[in-house]
């Protein structure tokens, strides 16, 4: 599908919200202009037009003298089919294809390290004007946990070293090694600093395809209580936690004292269910009551709670926890 048809489709999508919308030629769509409304004394008043210019949809009134994309008049009527627009645009731009990994699995095989064979640097190392040491910082990571973030603007230059395609959009990411208790590297996963599309925000590369894809396993100590988190941004902010991106995490670990710790979702079916799963497993589990604020671990900092205190007040297990997913809305 070209981009100029996706444009069109769009226009098409919002006609219903534009006053006296009328296609004039193949290349030529004429209506109300949205941005001015074109006239108050007259509602026929028809001065803004689409067209086709350099096989791009663009947008121009001749009322008020506004132009712009036609991405950006579609932003300006519906921001949430712009959304739609936007991913759309994304996924034909890219051709985003799963990969085909062409190394070998055997574990004896010693996998790669990023901070030296593959060249990555860690955020520790780099200057604080870098765009990854930027969004770590907004996003409140701990800077003593920076040393297990790597940047790169290239995730293709990683999986060409690993035996990938290179298929993947090229663009700014903070990339995370997934590692074994034995220290070695299982899966490099790679998180778009600015996603085009909320679709498509992870790159996944297999290292050791038979392995759990969990982030920290390298770090904990099995003797004391560990929590398993979703994502491996929000693991950096609790002692002794695992992430694990792979499973639902809803499964026996094998530790002797594990807390699960679910985004806050109640609204999610697939969230409650797993959740449930978890208790009739005979985990702990965190159930956070209504008023917090946020969706995960990462929300909470940002929010001003202490993470910790919140899981210890509120975990759960068995019957007890049974009776609080009662009211977990």
């Not at 919308?21 to 026929?44: H, M, Q």
């Not at 297999?206 to 969990?214: L, N, R, S, W």
Request: proline share 6%.
């Amino acid at each position: 599908m070209n981009e100029p048809y996706i444009d069109q489709k769009y226009i098409r999508l919002i006609s219903t919200q534009l006053r006296n919308y009328k296609e004039k030629k193949n290349d030529l769509i004429n209506c109300s202009c949205p941005v001015c409304g074109d006239s108050t004394k007259d509602k026929k008043k028809a001065r803004g037009y689409f067209y086709l210019k350099q096989n791009k949809w663009q947008f121009k009134c001749h009322n008020c003298g506004c132009g712009m994309s036609a991405g950006n008049l579609i932003k300006h009527v519906n921001p949430d089919l712009w959304k739609k627009w936007k991913a759309e645009k994304f996924k034909t731009k890219y051709k985003v294809t799963k990969p085909k990994p062409r190394f070998n699995n055997n574990p004896f095989n010693k996998p790669k390290i990023l901070d030296y064979e593959i060249g990555m640097t860690s955020l520790d190392k780099l200057p604080k004007d870098n765009v990854a040491v930027i969004y770590a910082t907004s996003r409140m990571i701990p800077k003593e946990q920076f040393h297990r973030i790597f940047y790169t603007e290239n995730i293709n230059e990683i999986g060409k070293k690993l035996g990938y395609d290179e298929n993947f959009p090229i663009a700014d990411m903070i990339v995370f090694e997934f590692k074994n208790a034995d220290n070695r590297t299982t899966h490099i996963q790679g998180r778009y600093i600015d996603p085009q599309s909320k679709e498509f925000r992870f790159v996944t590369l297999d290292v050791m395809k038979d392995q759990p894809k969990i982030f920290g396993q390298e770090t904990i100590d099995p003797s004391k209580p560990i929590f398993v988190v979703e994502a491996p941004i929000d693991s950096l902010f609790l002692p002794n936690c695992i992430s694990d991106a792979g499973s639902g995490l809803n499964k026996k670990y094998n530790y002797n004292d594990v807390t699960i710790v679910l985004d806050r979702e109640p609204k999610n079916p697939t969230i409650v269910k797993i959740m449930n799963k978890c208790i009739d497993m005979g985990n702990k589990i965190t159930i956070l009551p209504n008023n917090i604020i946020g969706k995960d671990i990462n929300d909470y900092v940002k929010n001003g709670y202490d993470p910790l205190k919140l899981i210890q007040e509120n975990t759960y297990q068995g019957i007890q926890a049974k009776l609080k997913m009662t009211q977990f809305r």
